[in-house]
């Protein structure tokens, strides 16, 4: 089960509250009784495990290696070895 936090704006009351997804949203605060208890927007916590890309790839130095980008030599330079316009 999800763990929500929920917050109240007229007592500042700040709660983590374990609910079914499908339960419905609280309303009323449970330490002031006002109807100001709402869900807070938090962000997410998980960690992605298995077989795909996960926190710890990559994270010994070892990366694919690839060849290093070339440009292609121009027509008289690849002809004479030698580059005309490097003057």
Known sequence: MPIYAYGCSSCGL???VMQKMSDTPLTTCP???????????????FQLKG??????????GSRPKTAPKTEPACA????SGSCPMAG
Do not use: M
């Open 14 to 16: 700040q709660q983590d």
């Open 31 to 45: 330490e002031c009784g006002k109807e100001t208890f709402s869900k807070q927007l938090t962000a997410a916590g």
């Open 51 to 60: 077989s795909g890309y996960y926190a710890t790839d990559f994270k010994n």
């Open 76 to 79: 008289p330079c690849a002809e």
